[in-house]
């Protein structure tokens, strides 16, 4: 699969609206190749049963650019999330499955971002491999995802994290956890699923140090 370079930009205060998102973005503009800006809002607080927020530290916002170049620093990187009050994330980028989005487009359902630590003591080598090529399809085959996309954090603002990942969930599954797991159908089958996630998601990270807030998403390029 392959990677692409993506600033994240998240927000812990205001957010901005998409004028001003699209307007602090100019210095990238030849090589933006994907812009989404999601945030906290009446529809996405219908999935609060979702959220988790053991770090005190919840985004409100985040802003997504794919990026057709490496960019030749993090500071111009970090002054777009500045310029808007956020903070940025220089990252590596893949996304096993595109979420179906066009340009102007709100995805109906929500957005849930989970910006995490990983595991202590656990090299950068190890948490790609047990990320990526193992707990890949172990989130897409027990979760009803509509769309799913990491972020290996390479240059990380404060609050610092080492991973970003944005999964796309259907309006019905902000309430229904029938409708977030897959074989939801089947309650046996859905717990174990709940399980196999969670194994699998520990393997890499820490549940302690793993925020998770759902939000509305709009692809503004």
Wanted: glycine share 6%.
């Amino acid at each position: 699969m392959t990677t692409t370079n993506r600033l994240i930009v998240l927000f812990f205060e205001q957010v901005p609206d998409n004028e001003e998102a699209i307007a602090a973005c100019v210095p990238l503009e030849h090589g933006v190749t994907k812009m989404t800006l999601a945030r906290r809002d009446k529809h996405s607080e219908r999935a609060s049963m979702w959220a988790r927020d053991p770090m005190n530290c919840l985004p409100n916002g985040r802003l997504a650019i794919d990026l057709s170049v490496a960019p030749t620093s993090f500071d111009a990187l970090k002054a777009i999330g500045e310029g808007l009050g956020g903070v940025s994330y220089g990252c590596i980028g893949r996304t096993p499955l595109e979420p179906m989005l066009s340009v102007g487009d709100t995805f109906p359902g929500t957005l849930q971002l989970c910006c995490f630590q990983r595991k202590e003591g656990l090299e950068d080598a190890a948490l790609e491999d047990l990320w990526f090529a193992h707990h890949t399809s172990v989130a897409l085959s027990t979760q009803q995802s509509l769309g799913y996309r990491q972020n290996r954090v390479l240059e990380s603002g404060s609050p610092y994290f080492d991973g970003i990942v944005e999964e796309y969930f259907s309006e019905a599954a902000a309430t229904d956890m029938s409708a977030f797991f897959a074989d939801g159908h089947d309650e046996t089958r859905m717990w174990q699923h709940i399980e196999a996630l969670t194994k699998s998601s520990e393997s890499f990270l820490d549940l302690n140090k793993s925020e998770v807030i759902h939000l509305t998403d709009t692809r503004l390029r």
